[in-house]
Each structure stands twice: as structure tokens, then as C-alpha cells.
């Protein structure tokens, strides 16, 4: 864990990105239970930053605003929900650029900025273990998203660490996603956001946290 001593007291400076969503404010809400702790809250319309995660230069003005930090949290990115057949370049491009190519930008571009020991921890989800209809982008990127954890962790310096939270659908979106997963188990956003705390606090790395 990486902490920064001030004076008498100590507290991790963690950014969330997408903070304002259904996951995010669970992570919220789980780390305003922790003692000392400055949460930057970033979103792309929301929250004490607002950046756009499809764009480097948006994050990289934002680290140089923000500074040193000792965790990252990302509980953002989008990818296209549409039939194989029906899915256009476009579609593609938002799901690369966004979700996958977003999170990995944050933590590349993070690099400079974050403490020894620091963690970065991604969001993936269940749809890189088990398909459904209309689910192929999110397939590819979540299992992209594996293989970049597993890789780029082993590469960081200064005993930085790299986790992945792959969350079933949340109890709280049942109603977003109606008939995308049919007979699916489904978590508490609560439960999600505990898997979070365990790879900002403990740890692993590496590691794909599956809830
Ligand atoms: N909900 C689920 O059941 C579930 C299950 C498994 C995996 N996931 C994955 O978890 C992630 C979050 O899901 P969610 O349901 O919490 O989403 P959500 O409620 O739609 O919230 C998304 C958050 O991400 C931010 N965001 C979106 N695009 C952004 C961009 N280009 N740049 C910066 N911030 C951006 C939004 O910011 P603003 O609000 O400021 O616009 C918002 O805070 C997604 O990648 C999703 O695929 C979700």
C-alpha cells in the first residue's frame, strides 16, 4: 500500500475515474469508509476533473494538473452493444478507443505520476468468460483487457501494481441491460466495489478479481 506521510498524519490520494457511474459510486462510497483518504473524482461530465479517456491529450493535461497520486481507480469506458452483423467500423472504433484503449492510456500515461508502490485497477466484466447476444465487442475488449494486465504488470517500476475487476452485471443495472443477460448471476454494486478496495489496499498484482 502506498501511503504519503504528512506531518502526523497519513492518506492516500486515489483518482476514480468515473465516479459519478452505477460502479463508480459504489467504489465512492467504499473508500469513504476508509480513514485518510483524498478521493479525486473524474468523469467525462462529471466529478472534481472532467477528462475524456478516448483522448491522451485530455489525460495527460489532467495528470499534469493532478500530480503525484498513489492509486488509480477506473470504473469507466464504453463499448458498443449491437448483432454481429449490424456492428460498423464506428462501432469498433468507440469500443477500442474507449474502454480498452482509455483504461490502458490511463495507466501508461499514469506511469510518471504515480507513487512507488502505487496501484492502478481496471474494469473489465463477466462477458470475457461467457458470451451473449449482441455482446462481441465487450467480449473482445474485456479479454483484451486481461491480457494487458497480465503483461504490462509484470513491466511496472518502482513496485507499482496492476489489477483488473471483471464484475457479473450489477444487481443495480438489471434494469439497463433487460434481456441482454438472460438467467445471468448478478452481484450487489457493494460486493463489486469490495474487489476494488482489495487491489488498492492488498497486494496482488497481475491479478483479474472476478465478482
Ligand atoms: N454496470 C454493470 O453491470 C457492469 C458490469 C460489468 C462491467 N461493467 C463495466 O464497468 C464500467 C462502468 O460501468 P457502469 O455501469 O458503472 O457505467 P455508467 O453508470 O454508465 O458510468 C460510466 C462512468 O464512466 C464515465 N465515462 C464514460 N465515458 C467516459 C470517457 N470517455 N471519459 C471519461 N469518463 C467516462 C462517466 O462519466 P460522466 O458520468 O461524468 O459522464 C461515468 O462516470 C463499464 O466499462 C462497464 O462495461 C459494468
Known amino acids: 500500500m502506498a501511503v504519503t506521510q504528512t506531518g502526523n498524519k497519513s492518506f492516500m490520494k486515489i483518482i476514480l475515474v468515473g465516479a459519478a457511474g452505477t460502479i463508480g ?30 483522448s491522451p491529450e485530455s489525460i495527460e493535461n489532467f495528470f499534469k494538473i493532478v500530480g503525484s497520486f498513489d492509486a488509480l481507480i477506473s470504473a469507466a469506458g464504453e463499448v458498443a452493444f449491437s448483432p454481429l452483423d449490424k456492428l460498423s467500423e464506428k462501432d469498433w472504433s468507440k469500443s477500442l478507443n474507449s474502454k ?64 483488473l475487476v471483471s464484475p457479473n452485471l450489477l444487481t443495480e443495472s438489471v434494469a439497463d441491460y433487460e434481456g441482454y443477460f438472460p438467467g445471468f448471476a448478478t452481484t450487489p ?8 478496495i482489495k487491489s488498492v489496499y492488498g497486494v496482488q498484482t497481475g491479478a483479474v478479481f472476478r465478482i
Not at 467504489?27 to 483518504?37: D, R, T
Open 189 to 196: 454494486g457493494s460486493a463489486v466495489a469490495q474487489s476494488f
Open 100 to 163: 480498452l484503449m482509455g483504461q490502458i492510456r490511463l495507466v501508461q500515461l499514469g506511469i510518471p505520476y504515480i507513487k512507488d508502490k502505487g496501484s492502478f485497477t481496471l474494469v473489465s466484466g463477466v462477458l470475457a468468460d461467457e458470451p451473449i447476444a449482441a455482446g462481441t465487442p465487450a467480449s473482445v475488449v474485456n479479454k483484451a483487457l486481461e491480457g494487458f494486465v497480465m503483461s504490462a504488470s509484470r513491466e511496472l517500476p518502482r513496485g507499482v501494481r496492476l489489477n
Open 25 to 54: 459510486q459504489n467504489i465512492a462510497k467504499a473508500l469513504s469508509n476508509k480513514k485518510e483518504v483524498e478521493i479525486i473524482k473524474v468523469g467525462r461530465t462529471t466529478g472534481d476533473f472532467k477528462i475524456d479517456m478516448e
